[in-house]
């Protein structure tokens, strides 16, 4: 069965700092590819993130720059460190995990507000 447990969201205010984490069980963490979505209210669920197994990675036109996806293959995490958030990084976060098919965590929410 195929977990993916993701922690760290909260509440900062614009200009702050939040750190992810989403640990996987169920597939093979080294040779999965890896991602962070997000979900805003009334919107649709977009692609924030993206790592491959080789560790090559893309992002999100709006997160480039201050946001920053790694992984830790031998703690089969992996990471979204954010920086310099703004309001409309308000969303709940969700972790994804290619590996036979799609899989996804259950989202942490993250509040950015005065």
């Known amino acids: 069965q195929v977990q993916l447990l993701e922690s760290g969201g909260g509440s900062v205010q614009p200009g702050g700092s939040l750190s992810l984490s989403c640990v996987a069980s169920g597939i093979t963490f080294s040779v999965s590819a890896m991602a962070w979505y997000r979900q805003a209210p009334g919107m649709q669920r977009v692609l924030v993130a993206h790592?491959?197994?080789?560790?090559?990675?893309n992002y999100a036109t709006s997160v480039a720059g201050r946001f920053s996806i790694s992984r830790d293959n031998s703690k089969n995490t992996v990471y979204l460190q954010m920086n310099s958030l703004k309001p409309e990084d308000t969303a709940v976060y969700y972790c994804y995990a290619s590996f036979y098919g799609d899989h996804w965590g259950q989202g942490t929410q993250v509040t950015v507000a005065s």
């Open positions: 790592i491959t197994r080789g560790g090559a990675t």
